[in-house]
C-alpha cells in the first residue's frame, strides 16, 4: 500500500531533550516536506526536499533540522525542543512531475 | 512570503444547504489547492486550479480560480454530514525553488448537522 508514515504518532518530552521525528514514504517520491499545524494558523512549512541532499527553508524553520539521506526518509531533528513547538506534525511527500502531495498521519508532540 | 486568508474560519449549517468557502491573496499564484482533512488524519487533495477563471466540479463541490489568480473558492451544494471537516487552500510560493515552498491558508472548519 502506497502511504507516508510517520513515528512516533505522539510524544511527550521535556524542554532540551533532543527528539528526532521519523517519516518515510513507499512511493518512491523525490519530493518531501515537514508542516506544523496549529489552531488557527493552518499548516505552515517546515523544511522541504526536493531530492536526495536536497533541503530548504519553509516559513518556520527555526529550532528544527532536517536531513535527506535517502530517498525514502526525511527525519524531522528539534535538538533543544521549546514548549512553543508544541504541535502536530504532518510529513508529505509528492513526485516531482505531478502536484498531488500525500501527507502522512501526523505526529502530536508535546513539550512540557 | 505570499499569504492565504480563508473566510471563513468557521461554518456550521444544516443538511442540505449551501455553502461557500473563500481563498483570497493579494498576491498571484501560479495554482492553488484545495484540500480536506478529517480529524486525526493527514490533509487529502481535493483539487488543484490551474488557469485563471478555471471552474472544476467535484460531484457537488465546485472550485473556481479567479481570473486574475490571487483568489479561488471552493461551493458545496446541498452539504451532507460526510462534508464535515477542515477545508484548507494552499498555494505554491514564489519564494521557494519549482514548487517547493508551499503556502496555506489557516483553514475553514464545516460542520454538517444532520
Known amino acids: 500500500e502506497a502511504q507516508v508514515t510517520q513515528n512516533p504518532r505522539y510524544l511527550i518530552t521535556v524542554t532540551g531533550k533532543k527528539l528526532t521525528v521519523t517519516c518515510s514514504q513507499n512511493?518512491?517520491?523525490?519530493?518531501m516536506s515537514w508542516y506544523r499545524q496549529d489552531p488557527g494558523l493552518g499548516l505552515r512549512q517546515i523544511y522541504y526536499?526536493?531530492?536526495?541532499?536536497?533541503?530548504d527553508k519553509g516559513d518556520v524553520p527555526e529550532g528544527y533540522k532536517v536531513s535527506r539521506k535517502e530517498k525514502r526518509n526525511f527525519p524531522l531533528i528539534l535538538e533543544s525542543p521549546s514548549p512553543n513547538q508544541t504541535s502536530l506534525y504532518f510529513c508529505?511527500?509528492?513526485?516531482?512531475?505531478?502536484?498531488?502531495?500525500?501527507f502522512g498521519p501526523g505526529t502530536r508532540l508535546t513539550v512540557l | 512570503t505570499q499569504l492565504l486568508e480563508q473566510s471563513p474560519q468557521f461554518l456550521s449549517i444544516q443538511e442540505g444547504e449551501n455553502l461557500t468557502v473563500y481563498c483570497n491573496s493579494s498576491?498571484?499564484?501560479?495554482?492553488l489547492q484545495w484540500y480536506r482533512q478529517e480529524p486525526g488524519e493527514g490533509p487529502v487533495l481535493l483539487v488543484t486550479?490551474?488557469?485563471?477563471?478555471e471552474v472544476k466540479k467535484l460531484k457537488r463541490l465546485t472550485f473556481q480560480f479567479g481570473d486574475a489568480r490571487k483568489d479561488s473558492s471552493l461551493h458545496i451544494t446541498a452539504a451532507q454530514p460526510g462534508d464535515t471537516g477542515l477545508y484548507l487552500c494552499?498555494?505554491?510560493?514564489?519564494?521557494?525553488?519549482?514548487?517547493?515552498?508551499?503556502?496555506f491558508g489557516q483553514g475553514t472548519i464545516l460542520t454538517v448537522h444532520p
Open positions: 508529505a511527500s509528492r513526485a516531482l512531475s505531478y502536484n498531488e502531495q500525500f
Open positions: 512511493m518512491n517520491h523525490e519530493y
Open positions: 526536499s526536493m531530492n536526495v541532499e536536497v533541503t
Open positions: 498576491s498571484v499564484f501560479s495554482s
Open positions: 486550479v490551474v488557469t485563471g477563471g
Open positions: 494552499a498555494g505554491p510560493n514564489a519564494g521557494g525553488t519549482s514548487y517547493g515552498k508551499l503556502t
